[in-house]
Protein backbone atom coordinates (compact mmCIF):
# COMPACT_ATOMS: atom_id res chain seq x y z
CA UNK A 1 0.00 0.00 0.00
CA UNK A 2 1.45 3.28 -1.03
CA UNK A 3 1.91 5.88 1.81
CA UNK A 4 -1.40 8.77 1.56
CA UNK A 5 -3.15 11.35 4.01
CA UNK A 6 -5.67 10.17 6.53
CA UNK A 7 -9.11 12.05 6.44
CA UNK A 8 -9.60 14.43 9.04
CA UNK A 9 -12.05 12.18 10.42
CA UNK A 10 -10.10 9.71 11.01
CA UNK A 11 -7.34 11.53 12.72
CA UNK A 12 -9.85 12.84 15.07
CA UNK A 13 -11.07 8.94 15.98
CA UNK A 14 -7.10 8.05 16.51
CA UNK A 15 -6.91 10.89 18.45
CA UNK A 16 -9.93 10.24 20.46
CA UNK A 17 -8.28 7.16 21.56
CA UNK A 18 -6.15 8.68 23.53
CA UNK A 19 -8.08 11.49 24.76
CA UNK A 20 -11.50 9.94 25.01
CA UNK A 21 -11.22 6.06 26.65
CA UNK A 22 -14.30 6.23 28.31
CA UNK A 23 -17.09 8.51 29.72
CA UNK A 24 -15.10 9.62 32.04
CA UNK A 25 -12.46 10.57 30.32
CA UNK A 26 -14.72 13.06 28.76
CA UNK A 27 -15.79 14.26 31.64
CA UNK A 28 -12.28 15.09 32.92
CA UNK A 29 -12.12 17.15 29.76
CA UNK A 30 -15.19 19.04 30.31
CA UNK A 31 -15.01 19.86 33.96
CA UNK A 32 -11.31 21.35 33.02
CA UNK A 33 -12.38 23.27 30.03
CA UNK A 34 -15.39 24.37 32.87
CA UNK A 35 -12.79 25.75 34.98
CA UNK A 36 -10.08 27.53 32.75
CA UNK A 37 -13.41 29.14 32.02
CA UNK A 38 -13.95 30.46 35.35
CA UNK A 39 -17.19 28.64 36.15
CA UNK A 40 -18.25 28.46 39.76
CA UNK A 41 -21.03 26.26 39.66
CA UNK A 42 -20.63 23.30 37.83
CA UNK A 43 -23.44 20.72 37.06
CA UNK A 44 -23.68 16.97 35.70
CA UNK A 45 -25.94 15.15 34.68
CA UNK A 46 -25.20 11.35 33.32
CA UNK A 47 -27.19 8.74 31.64
CA UNK A 48 -26.25 4.79 31.65
CA UNK A 49 -22.79 5.78 33.17
CA UNK A 50 -22.32 8.58 30.44
CA UNK A 51 -22.49 6.36 27.47
CA UNK A 52 -25.92 7.81 26.56
CA UNK A 53 -25.93 11.17 27.79
CA UNK A 54 -22.78 13.23 29.52
CA UNK A 55 -23.79 17.15 30.01
CA UNK A 56 -21.82 19.60 32.02
CA UNK A 57 -23.45 22.58 32.24
CA UNK A 58 -21.31 25.99 34.11
CA UNK A 59 -21.57 29.65 34.32
CA UNK A 60 -18.15 30.59 33.58
CA UNK A 61 -17.58 33.36 30.37
CA UNK A 62 -18.92 30.81 27.64
CA UNK A 63 -17.95 31.04 24.21
CA UNK A 64 -18.25 33.97 21.61
CA UNK A 65 -20.18 33.17 18.24
CA UNK A 66 -17.62 33.46 16.03
CA UNK A 67 -15.61 30.70 17.96
CA UNK A 68 -18.17 27.89 18.65
CA UNK A 69 -17.22 26.43 14.97
CA UNK A 70 -13.42 26.24 16.09
CA UNK A 71 -14.53 24.91 19.61
CA UNK A 72 -14.90 21.47 17.38
CA UNK A 73 -11.55 21.93 15.23
CA UNK A 74 -8.34 19.99 16.19
CA UNK A 75 -5.72 21.69 17.66
CA UNK A 76 -7.46 25.02 18.20
CA UNK A 77 -7.62 26.49 21.68
CA UNK A 78 -7.92 30.01 23.35
CA UNK A 79 -5.16 28.89 26.13
CA UNK A 80 -2.24 28.86 24.66
CA UNK A 81 -0.43 30.66 20.97
CA UNK A 82 2.85 30.39 21.39
CA UNK A 83 6.20 27.86 22.30
CA UNK A 84 6.67 30.29 25.31
CA UNK A 85 2.82 29.68 26.56
CA UNK A 86 3.18 25.53 25.97
CA UNK A 87 6.50 25.98 28.08
CA UNK A 88 4.59 27.80 30.95
CA UNK A 89 0.92 26.11 30.86
CA UNK A 90 -0.87 27.80 34.06
CA UNK A 91 -4.39 26.44 32.35
CA UNK A 92 -5.65 22.85 32.54
CA UNK A 93 -6.53 22.46 29.22
CA UNK A 94 -3.85 24.02 26.28
CA UNK A 95 -4.01 21.15 23.85
CA UNK A 96 -6.90 21.62 21.83
CA UNK A 97 -8.08 18.16 21.39
CA UNK A 98 -10.10 17.23 23.43
CA UNK A 99 -13.99 18.87 22.16
CA UNK A 100 -12.59 17.87 18.55
CA UNK A 101 -11.50 14.26 19.51
CA UNK A 102 -15.01 13.99 22.00
CA UNK A 103 -16.87 15.73 19.09
CA UNK A 104 -16.03 12.68 16.80
CA UNK A 105 -17.45 9.74 18.27
CA UNK A 106 -20.52 11.12 19.52
CA UNK A 107 -23.23 13.16 18.92
CA UNK A 108 -22.41 16.71 20.78
CA UNK A 109 -24.21 19.83 21.08
CA UNK A 110 -22.51 23.16 22.67
CA UNK A 111 -24.33 25.81 23.77
CA UNK A 112 -22.92 29.02 25.35
CA UNK A 113 -23.69 32.42 25.78
CA UNK A 114 -20.81 34.23 26.02
CA UNK A 115 -20.38 37.41 28.88
CA UNK A 116 -21.01 40.52 26.60
CA UNK A 117 -23.08 38.49 24.28
CA UNK A 118 -26.75 39.60 24.03
CA UNK A 119 -28.02 35.98 23.78
CA UNK A 120 -26.92 32.31 23.51
CA UNK A 121 -25.67 30.22 20.31
CA UNK A 122 -25.43 26.44 19.68
CA UNK A 123 -23.58 24.58 17.41
CA UNK A 124 -24.10 20.38 16.86
CA UNK A 125 -21.88 17.54 15.48
CA UNK A 126 -22.89 14.40 14.78
CA UNK A 127 -19.47 12.70 14.00
CA UNK A 128 -17.86 14.10 10.86
CA UNK A 129 -21.15 16.55 10.46
CA UNK A 130 -21.03 19.90 12.21
CA UNK A 131 -24.45 21.97 12.08
CA UNK A 132 -24.48 25.65 11.07
CA UNK A 133 -24.45 27.91 14.59
CA UNK A 134 -28.40 28.66 15.19
CA UNK A 135 -29.69 31.08 18.25
CA UNK A 136 -29.80 29.76 21.78
CA UNK A 137 -32.07 30.27 24.91
CA UNK A 138 -29.15 30.28 27.70
CA UNK A 139 -28.26 32.75 30.58
CA UNK A 140 -24.10 33.30 30.54
CA UNK A 141 -21.97 30.31 30.25
CA UNK A 142 -21.45 27.14 28.86
CA UNK A 143 -24.11 23.44 28.24
CA UNK A 144 -21.56 20.31 26.55
CA UNK A 145 -24.18 17.60 25.61
CA UNK A 146 -22.26 14.43 24.22
CA UNK A 147 -24.61 11.50 23.13
CA UNK A 148 -24.39 8.27 22.48
CA UNK A 149 -20.82 8.11 22.50
CA UNK A 150 -18.80 5.91 20.67
CA UNK A 151 -21.94 5.36 18.30
CA UNK A 152 -19.67 5.44 14.85
CA UNK A 153 -16.90 3.65 16.14
CA UNK A 154 -18.94 0.43 17.61
CA UNK A 155 -15.69 -1.75 18.17
CA UNK A 156 -14.21 0.50 20.18
CA UNK A 157 -18.01 1.02 22.16
CA UNK A 158 -17.34 -3.21 22.58
CA UNK A 159 -15.12 -2.52 25.10
CA UNK A 160 -16.92 -0.27 27.19
CA UNK A 161 -17.89 -1.83 31.05
CA UNK A 162 -21.15 -2.08 32.50
CA UNK A 163 -23.73 1.08 33.31
CA UNK A 164 -22.32 0.62 36.82
CA UNK A 165 -18.78 0.45 36.19
CA UNK A 166 -18.49 3.34 34.05
CA UNK A 167 -20.47 5.16 36.25
CA UNK A 168 -18.22 4.65 38.81
CA UNK A 169 -15.15 5.55 36.94
CA UNK A 170 -17.32 8.91 35.75
CA UNK A 171 -17.88 9.62 39.66
CA UNK A 172 -14.26 9.27 40.53
CA UNK A 173 -13.29 11.62 37.41
CA UNK A 174 -15.82 13.76 38.81
CA UNK A 175 -14.59 13.56 43.12
CA UNK A 176 -10.77 14.70 41.57
CA UNK A 177 -11.82 17.57 40.12
CA UNK A 178 -14.17 18.47 43.34
CA UNK A 179 -11.71 18.08 45.65
CA UNK A 180 -9.16 20.37 43.63
CA UNK A 181 -11.11 23.39 43.78
CA UNK A 182 -13.90 23.65 47.29
CA UNK A 183 -14.52 27.39 45.50
CA UNK A 184 -16.42 26.18 43.08
CA UNK A 185 -19.82 24.27 43.45
CA UNK A 186 -20.43 21.00 42.20
CA UNK A 187 -23.62 18.75 41.43
CA UNK A 188 -23.75 15.48 40.00
CA UNK A 189 -26.73 13.26 38.99
CA UNK A 190 -27.33 9.67 36.71
CA UNK A 191 -30.28 8.77 35.30
CA UNK A 192 -31.94 11.91 36.98
CA UNK A 193 -31.11 11.52 40.43
CA UNK A 194 -28.96 14.02 42.38
CA UNK A 195 -26.31 11.77 43.86
CA UNK A 196 -23.83 14.46 44.73
CA UNK A 197 -24.07 18.31 45.69
CA UNK A 198 -20.84 20.24 46.93
CA UNK A 199 -21.29 23.94 47.85
CA UNK A 200 -18.58 26.15 47.92
CA UNK A 201 -15.77 25.60 51.06
CA UNK A 202 -12.95 25.70 52.87
CA UNK A 203 -10.86 22.84 51.50
CA UNK A 204 -10.93 20.57 54.89
CA UNK A 205 -14.92 20.69 54.36
CA UNK A 206 -14.30 19.87 51.08
CA UNK A 207 -12.11 16.98 51.79
CA UNK A 208 -14.74 15.85 54.24
CA UNK A 209 -18.16 15.94 52.28
CA UNK A 210 -15.90 14.09 49.12
CA UNK A 211 -13.65 11.44 51.12
CA UNK A 212 -15.93 10.92 54.45
CA UNK A 213 -15.48 12.52 57.56
CA UNK A 214 -13.77 9.46 59.05
CA UNK A 215 -10.77 10.11 56.75
CA UNK A 216 -10.67 14.16 57.66
CA UNK A 217 -10.75 13.25 61.46
CA UNK A 218 -7.74 11.09 61.13
CA UNK A 219 -5.47 13.62 58.68
CA UNK A 220 -2.40 15.77 59.74
CA UNK A 221 -2.52 19.33 57.94
CA UNK A 222 0.83 20.32 56.48
CA UNK A 223 1.32 23.76 54.70
CA UNK A 224 5.14 23.60 53.46
CA UNK A 225 7.21 26.48 51.44
CA UNK A 226 10.67 26.54 50.16
CA UNK A 227 12.62 27.68 47.18
CA UNK A 228 10.01 28.83 45.22
CA UNK A 229 7.92 25.47 45.92
CA UNK A 230 4.76 24.64 48.35
CA UNK A 231 3.12 21.33 49.46
CA UNK A 232 0.28 21.90 51.39
CA UNK A 233 -3.43 19.43 52.07
CA UNK A 234 -3.75 16.68 54.63
CA UNK A 235 -2.20 13.25 54.64
CA UNK A 236 -4.05 10.89 56.75
CA UNK A 237 -1.73 9.04 59.94
CA UNK A 238 -0.46 6.21 59.17
CA UNK A 239 -3.20 4.53 61.52
CA UNK A 240 -5.84 5.24 58.52
CA UNK A 241 -4.39 3.39 55.67
CA UNK A 242 -6.06 1.34 52.83
CA UNK A 243 -5.46 -1.59 51.20
CA UNK A 244 -5.08 -0.09 48.05
CA UNK A 245 -4.46 3.23 46.73
CA UNK A 246 -7.83 4.74 45.89
CA UNK A 247 -7.52 7.56 48.51
CA UNK A 248 -4.49 9.01 47.24
CA UNK A 249 -4.70 12.22 45.01
CA UNK A 250 -1.74 14.84 44.12
CA UNK A 251 -2.45 17.67 42.23
CA UNK A 252 0.26 20.08 40.77
CA UNK A 253 -0.48 23.96 40.15
CA UNK A 254 -4.22 22.37 40.49
CA UNK A 255 -3.92 19.89 37.88
CA UNK A 256 -4.27 15.86 39.05
CA UNK A 257 -1.47 13.82 38.46
CA UNK A 258 0.01 10.41 38.85
CA UNK A 259 3.77 10.74 39.22
CA UNK A 260 6.59 8.39 39.82
CA UNK A 261 8.52 10.47 41.36
CA UNK A 262 6.07 11.98 43.68
CA UNK A 263 4.37 8.43 44.54
CA UNK A 264 7.89 7.16 45.17
CA UNK A 265 8.89 10.13 47.94
CA UNK A 266 5.11 10.16 49.37
CA UNK A 267 6.24 6.26 50.03
CA UNK A 268 9.29 6.88 51.47
CA UNK A 269 7.76 9.20 53.80
CA UNK A 270 5.51 6.49 55.02
CA UNK A 271 7.62 3.84 54.82
CA UNK A 272 8.83 4.15 58.95
CA UNK A 273 5.02 4.32 60.04
CA UNK A 274 3.26 2.55 57.80
CA UNK A 275 2.07 -1.35 58.41
CA UNK A 276 3.51 -3.84 55.69
CA UNK A 277 1.54 -3.45 52.45
CA UNK A 278 -0.92 -1.01 53.17
CA UNK A 279 -1.51 2.39 51.46
CA UNK A 280 -1.30 5.68 52.86
CA UNK A 281 -4.63 8.34 51.76
CA UNK A 282 -3.43 11.92 51.38
CA UNK A 283 -4.74 14.89 49.34
CA UNK A 284 -1.79 16.69 48.70
CA UNK A 285 -1.18 20.49 46.59
CA UNK A 286 2.23 20.71 44.49
CA UNK A 287 2.73 24.41 43.83
CA UNK A 288 5.40 25.97 41.75
CA UNK A 289 6.74 27.94 38.75
CA UNK A 290 5.08 26.40 36.16
CA UNK A 291 8.02 27.16 33.93
CA UNK A 292 9.79 23.83 36.20
CA UNK A 293 7.31 21.30 35.02
CA UNK A 294 6.31 20.05 31.98
CA UNK A 295 2.52 19.01 31.65
CA UNK A 296 3.13 18.33 27.97
CA UNK A 297 3.75 14.63 28.35
CA UNK A 298 0.65 12.56 27.76
CA UNK A 299 -2.66 13.29 25.81
CA UNK A 300 -4.54 12.61 29.01
CA UNK A 301 -2.24 15.39 31.00
CA UNK A 302 -1.85 13.55 34.41
CA UNK A 303 1.38 13.17 33.75
CA UNK A 304 4.30 15.50 34.44
CA UNK A 305 7.86 15.67 33.99
CA UNK A 306 9.71 17.90 36.86
CA UNK A 307 12.85 19.98 35.92
CA UNK A 308 14.75 18.88 38.95
CA UNK A 309 12.84 16.33 39.87
CA UNK A 310 15.81 15.44 42.46
CA UNK A 311 14.64 18.53 44.20
CA UNK A 312 10.95 18.06 43.83
CA UNK A 313 11.39 14.87 45.60
CA UNK A 314 13.48 15.64 48.17
CA UNK A 315 10.90 18.71 49.28
CA UNK A 316 7.89 16.63 48.99
CA UNK A 317 10.02 13.79 51.38
CA UNK A 318 10.97 15.87 54.16
CA UNK A 319 7.90 17.99 54.45
CA UNK A 320 5.62 15.06 54.46
CA UNK A 321 8.07 13.18 57.06
CA UNK A 322 8.55 16.31 59.58
CA UNK A 323 4.51 16.11 59.48
CA UNK A 324 4.38 12.70 60.29
CA UNK A 325 6.94 13.32 62.82
CA UNK A 326 4.93 14.74 64.90
CA UNK A 327 5.90 13.57 68.53
CA UNK A 328 3.00 12.01 70.20
CA UNK A 329 0.48 15.09 72.06
CA UNK A 330 0.96 17.59 69.14
CA UNK A 331 -0.97 16.57 67.08
CA UNK A 332 -4.59 15.19 66.09
CA UNK A 333 -4.94 12.33 68.67
CA UNK A 334 -6.73 8.91 67.66
CA UNK A 335 -10.32 9.16 69.30
CA UNK A 336 -13.06 7.33 69.10
CA UNK A 337 -15.63 10.97 68.62
CA UNK A 338 -13.82 13.03 66.65
CA UNK A 339 -15.98 12.30 62.95
CA UNK A 340 -16.32 15.29 61.39
CA UNK A 341 -14.29 17.21 63.81
CA UNK A 342 -12.10 19.68 61.11
CA UNK A 343 -8.41 18.92 61.31
CA UNK A 344 -7.33 22.29 60.86
CA UNK A 345 -8.85 23.84 63.96
CA UNK A 346 -7.14 23.00 67.16
CA UNK A 347 -9.04 20.56 69.72
CA UNK A 348 -10.42 22.58 72.39
CA UNK A 349 -9.94 20.28 75.77
CA UNK A 350 -12.94 20.44 78.86
CA UNK A 351 -11.54 19.71 81.81
CA UNK A 352 -12.49 16.74 83.63
CA UNK A 353 -11.69 16.07 88.25
CA UNK A 354 -8.78 13.94 88.31
CA UNK A 355 -9.88 10.86 89.93
CA UNK A 356 -5.81 9.97 90.19
CA UNK A 357 -5.69 12.77 92.69
CA UNK A 358 -7.95 10.44 94.84
CA UNK A 359 -5.82 7.08 95.19
CA UNK A 360 -3.39 6.42 97.85
CA UNK A 361 -0.42 5.07 94.94
CA UNK A 362 2.65 3.02 96.08
CA UNK A 363 5.92 4.56 94.42
CA UNK A 364 8.11 3.42 97.46
CA UNK A 365 10.17 1.23 94.48
CA UNK A 366 13.21 3.10 93.24
CA UNK A 367 12.75 4.71 89.76
CA UNK A 368 15.28 2.01 87.72
CA UNK A 369 13.02 2.82 84.67
CA UNK A 370 15.44 4.53 82.47
CA UNK A 371 18.89 2.21 83.72
CA UNK A 372 16.93 -0.57 83.22
CA UNK A 373 14.76 -0.24 79.43
CA UNK A 374 17.46 2.20 78.14
CA UNK A 375 20.43 2.16 79.18
CA UNK A 376 22.83 5.35 79.00
CA UNK A 377 20.66 7.54 77.13
CA UNK A 378 19.65 10.36 78.44
CA UNK A 379 16.44 11.65 78.35
CA UNK A 380 15.03 15.37 78.45
CA UNK A 381 12.03 14.79 80.06
CA UNK A 382 10.92 16.28 83.56
CA UNK A 383 10.86 12.74 85.65
CA UNK A 384 14.00 11.35 83.52
CA UNK A 385 15.77 12.56 86.48
CA UNK A 386 15.33 10.81 90.10
CA UNK A 387 16.32 14.05 91.87
CA UNK A 388 13.63 15.87 89.73
CA UNK A 389 10.88 12.77 90.12
CA UNK A 390 8.08 14.09 92.57
CA UNK A 391 7.17 12.25 95.43
CA UNK A 392 3.76 10.07 93.32
CA UNK A 393 2.12 9.69 97.52
CA UNK A 394 2.59 13.42 97.90
CA UNK A 395 1.31 14.34 94.41
CA UNK A 396 -1.28 12.46 94.90
CA UNK A 397 -2.35 13.08 98.30
CA UNK A 398 -2.36 17.17 98.40
CA UNK A 399 -5.25 19.16 96.66
CA UNK A 400 -3.07 21.84 95.56
CA UNK A 401 -0.22 19.47 93.77
CA UNK A 402 -3.03 17.95 92.33
CA UNK A 403 -4.63 21.05 91.33
CA UNK A 404 -1.79 22.03 89.60
CA UNK A 405 -1.54 18.54 87.67
CA UNK A 406 -5.01 19.42 85.99
CA UNK A 407 -3.61 22.77 85.38
CA UNK A 408 -0.46 21.43 83.54
CA UNK A 409 -3.05 19.18 81.94
CA UNK A 410 -5.26 21.70 81.23
CA UNK A 411 -2.31 23.65 79.60
CA UNK A 412 -1.42 20.58 77.69
CA UNK A 413 1.97 19.86 78.57
CA UNK A 414 1.25 16.28 79.35
CA UNK A 415 -1.13 15.23 76.19
CA UNK A 416 -1.00 11.60 77.21
CA UNK A 417 -1.93 12.35 80.95
CA UNK A 418 -0.36 10.41 84.01
CA UNK A 419 -0.64 6.61 84.43
CA UNK A 420 -3.50 4.96 86.93
CA UNK A 421 -2.74 1.12 86.03
CA UNK A 422 -1.65 -1.65 84.13
CA UNK A 423 -4.08 -3.96 82.52
CA UNK A 424 -2.42 -7.34 82.16
CA UNK A 425 1.52 -6.39 81.66
CA UNK A 426 -0.26 -5.23 78.51
CA UNK A 427 -1.47 -2.06 78.20
CA UNK A 428 -0.96 1.07 80.65
CA UNK A 429 -4.25 3.21 81.56
CA UNK A 430 -3.61 6.74 81.98
CA UNK A 431 -5.61 9.95 82.61
CA UNK A 432 -5.46 13.30 80.84
CA UNK A 433 -8.23 16.09 80.36
CA UNK A 434 -9.96 14.83 78.01
CA UNK A 435 -10.52 10.77 79.61
CA UNK A 436 -9.22 7.95 79.38
CA UNK A 437 -5.95 7.22 77.29
CA UNK A 438 -4.80 3.76 76.69
CA UNK A 439 -1.16 2.46 75.65
CA UNK A 440 0.32 -0.76 74.10
CA UNK A 441 3.47 0.20 76.39
CA UNK A 442 5.60 -3.07 74.15
CA UNK A 443 4.80 -0.87 70.86
CA UNK A 444 5.09 2.13 72.42
CA UNK A 445 8.39 1.35 74.16
CA UNK A 446 9.53 -0.14 70.38
CA UNK A 447 9.05 3.27 68.48
CA UNK A 448 11.26 4.76 70.98
CA UNK A 449 13.99 2.25 71.16
CA UNK A 450 13.57 2.11 67.59
CA UNK A 451 13.83 6.33 66.91
CA UNK A 452 16.96 6.45 69.52
CA UNK A 453 18.82 4.19 67.52
CA UNK A 454 18.42 6.07 64.71
CA UNK A 455 19.47 8.94 65.82
CA UNK A 456 22.55 7.46 67.66
CA UNK A 457 23.44 5.64 64.12
CA UNK A 458 23.08 9.16 62.16
CA UNK A 459 25.17 10.94 64.77
CA UNK A 460 27.73 7.44 65.15
CA UNK A 461 27.66 6.97 68.42
CA UNK A 462 26.10 3.71 68.91
CA UNK A 463 27.56 2.80 72.53
CA UNK A 464 28.86 -0.58 73.19
CA UNK A 465 27.97 -2.48 76.52
CA UNK A 466 30.60 -5.22 76.85
CA UNK A 467 29.29 -8.29 78.43
CA UNK A 468 30.79 -9.31 81.72
CA UNK A 469 30.59 -13.16 80.56
CA UNK A 470 30.82 -13.66 76.33
CA UNK A 471 27.90 -15.31 75.56
CA UNK A 472 28.60 -18.52 72.96
CA UNK A 473 26.24 -20.13 70.89
CA UNK A 474 26.44 -22.85 67.75
CA UNK A 475 26.22 -20.82 64.31
CA UNK A 476 25.65 -21.74 61.38
CA UNK A 477 28.37 -21.37 58.30
CA UNK A 478 26.50 -18.28 56.89
CA UNK A 479 26.54 -16.81 60.04
CA UNK A 480 30.27 -17.50 60.34
CA UNK A 481 31.04 -16.44 57.00
CA UNK A 482 29.16 -13.18 57.62
CA UNK A 483 30.98 -12.27 60.99
CA UNK A 484 34.22 -13.35 58.84
CA UNK A 485 33.45 -11.20 56.01
CA UNK A 486 33.10 -8.06 58.57
CA UNK A 487 36.37 -8.79 60.04
CA UNK A 488 38.23 -9.49 56.79
CA UNK A 489 36.54 -5.91 55.04
CA UNK A 490 37.32 -3.89 57.88
CA UNK A 491 33.81 -2.03 57.05
CA UNK A 492 33.28 -1.93 61.04
CA UNK A 493 29.40 -2.77 59.94
CA UNK A 494 29.26 -4.81 63.37
CA UNK A 495 31.27 -2.43 65.32
CA UNK A 496 28.86 0.84 63.83
CA UNK A 497 25.90 -1.10 65.26
CA UNK A 498 27.29 -1.33 68.42
CA UNK A 499 28.00 -5.16 68.92
CA UNK A 500 31.45 -7.10 69.20
CA UNK A 501 31.24 -10.93 67.89
CA UNK A 502 33.76 -13.19 67.71
CA UNK A 503 34.68 -16.52 65.83
CA UNK A 504 35.79 -18.82 68.53
CA UNK A 505 35.45 -22.05 65.98
CA UNK A 506 34.18 -22.93 62.49
CA UNK A 507 30.65 -23.57 63.84
CA UNK A 508 30.91 -21.20 67.31
CA UNK A 509 30.62 -17.52 67.99
CA UNK A 510 31.02 -15.60 70.57
CA UNK A 511 28.84 -11.98 71.47
CA UNK A 512 31.21 -9.86 73.78
CA UNK A 513 29.16 -6.68 73.80
CA UNK A 514 26.06 -5.82 72.74
CA UNK A 515 24.36 -1.64 72.19
CA UNK A 516 24.29 -0.47 75.62
CA UNK A 517 20.44 0.38 74.58
CA UNK A 518 19.69 -2.98 74.08
CA UNK A 519 21.90 -4.68 76.98
CA UNK A 520 19.00 -6.25 78.55
CA UNK A 521 17.80 -7.93 75.48
CA UNK A 522 18.76 -11.26 74.62
CA UNK A 523 22.24 -10.86 73.20
CA UNK A 524 21.82 -14.19 70.96
CA UNK A 525 18.51 -13.85 69.12
CA UNK A 526 19.67 -10.25 68.40
CA UNK A 527 23.16 -11.22 67.08
CA UNK A 528 21.42 -14.20 64.73
CA UNK A 529 18.99 -11.45 63.42
CA UNK A 530 21.55 -8.74 62.85
CA UNK A 531 24.10 -10.91 61.41
CA UNK A 532 20.95 -12.39 58.73
CA UNK A 533 20.21 -8.83 57.51
CA UNK A 534 23.54 -8.26 57.00
CA UNK A 535 23.91 -11.71 55.12
CA UNK A 536 21.13 -11.47 52.93
CA UNK A 537 21.54 -7.20 52.11
CA UNK A 538 25.45 -7.21 52.44
CA UNK A 539 26.63 -4.98 54.94
CA UNK A 540 26.71 -1.35 52.67
CA UNK A 541 22.88 -1.89 52.13
CA UNK A 542 21.92 -3.08 55.46
CA UNK A 543 23.00 0.67 56.70
CA UNK A 544 21.80 3.04 54.06
CA UNK A 545 18.36 1.72 52.46
CA UNK A 546 17.48 -1.73 54.56
CA UNK A 547 18.66 0.46 57.76
CA UNK A 548 15.23 1.26 59.36
CA UNK A 549 14.58 -2.32 58.66
CA UNK A 550 17.77 -4.01 60.73
CA UNK A 551 17.33 -1.34 63.50
CA UNK A 552 13.37 -1.94 63.81
CA UNK A 553 14.08 -5.28 64.64
CA UNK A 554 16.83 -4.30 66.87
CA UNK A 555 14.40 -2.33 68.77
CA UNK A 556 11.87 -4.79 69.13
CA UNK A 557 14.33 -6.73 70.66
CA UNK A 558 14.72 -4.03 73.07
CA UNK A 559 11.06 -3.08 73.94
CA UNK A 560 9.53 -4.14 77.28
CA UNK A 561 8.09 -7.02 76.63
CA UNK A 562 4.10 -7.81 77.68
CA UNK A 563 3.32 -9.55 80.95
CA UNK A 564 5.98 -7.20 82.51
CA UNK A 565 4.99 -5.17 85.23
CA UNK A 566 5.65 -1.48 85.30
CA UNK A 567 6.00 0.87 88.53
CA UNK A 568 3.75 3.77 88.33
CA UNK A 569 6.47 5.79 88.49
CA UNK A 570 7.96 3.71 84.92
CA UNK A 571 4.68 4.17 83.41
CA UNK A 572 4.75 7.91 83.71
CA UNK A 573 8.33 8.19 82.45
CA UNK A 574 6.79 5.91 79.26
CA UNK A 575 4.22 8.49 78.74
CA UNK A 576 6.82 11.04 79.02
CA UNK A 577 9.33 9.83 76.07
CA UNK A 578 6.19 8.92 74.49
CA UNK A 579 5.30 12.73 73.67
CA UNK A 580 8.84 13.99 73.13
CA UNK A 581 9.37 10.99 70.89
CA UNK A 582 8.98 11.51 67.37
CA UNK A 583 5.98 9.29 65.40
CA UNK A 584 5.31 7.95 68.51
CA UNK A 585 1.43 7.66 67.30
CA UNK A 586 2.07 4.52 65.96
CA UNK A 587 5.26 1.78 66.82
CA UNK A 588 7.72 1.04 63.46
CA UNK A 589 5.63 -1.40 61.88
CA UNK A 590 2.09 0.97 61.82
CA UNK A 591 0.37 -0.37 64.29
CA UNK A 592 -1.01 1.94 66.21
CA UNK A 593 0.45 2.43 70.14
CA UNK A 594 -2.31 4.51 71.81
CA UNK A 595 -6.10 5.09 71.88
CA UNK A 596 -7.99 8.38 73.79
CA UNK A 597 -11.42 7.22 75.10
CA UNK A 598 -13.02 10.82 75.74
CA UNK A 599 -15.40 11.66 78.81
CA UNK A 600 -18.29 11.42 75.91
CA UNK A 601 -17.57 8.22 74.94
CA UNK A 602 -17.10 6.93 78.33
CA UNK A 603 -20.42 8.78 79.28
CA UNK A 604 -22.27 7.15 76.65
CA UNK A 605 -20.78 3.79 77.38
CA UNK A 606 -22.76 4.31 80.88
CA UNK A 607 -25.62 5.85 79.34
CA UNK A 608 -25.00 8.32 81.68
CA UNK A 609 -27.21 11.79 80.92
CA UNK A 610 -29.59 9.71 78.87
Sequence with gaps: MRIQLLPDQLISQIAAGEVVERP?????????????????????????????QLRVADNGVGIAQDDLSMALTRHATSKIATLD??????????????????????????????????HAWRISSDGSEISAIEPAALDIGTIIEVNDLYFNTPARRKFLKTEATEFGHCEVAFNRVALSRPDVAFMLQHNGRALSRYAVS??????????????????????????????????????????????????????????KLVSHAIRQAYQDVLHHDRHPAFVLFIELDPNLVDVNVHPSKTEVRFRDGQAIHRFIFH????????????????????????????????????YQAQINLNATEPNRFYQTLFGDIKSNHRFSDKAQ???????YGNT????????????????????VAQIHGVYVLAQNSKGLVVVDMHAAHERIMYEQLKNALDCKSVSMQP???????????????????????????????????????PTTLAVRAVPSMLQDADAVTLARDVLRDLHEYGASRALTERRNELLGTMACHAAVRANRSLTITEMNALLRDMEATERSGMCNHGRPTWFQVSMADLDKMFMRGQ
Excluded at 29 to 40: H, I, K, R
Excluded at 348 to 353: A, D, K, T, W
Excluded at 389 to 395: G, R
Design 389 to 395: QPNIVEL
Design 202 to 259: EPVKRFSDVLGAEFAAETIHLDESASGLRLWGVAAKPTFNRYKSDTQYVYVNGRFVRD
Design 85 to 118: DLESVASLGFRGEALASIASVSRTQISSRYTEAK
Design 319 to 354: SLHKALATPTGTSNAVTANQAGHNPFTPVQLNSYPS
Design 24 to 52: ASALKELLENSLDAGGTDIQVSLVQGGVK
Design 467 to 505: LLIPVSFNADRLEIATVQEALASHDASLQQLGFDIAILS
Design 400 to 419: ALAQQLNESQADNDCPLGFA
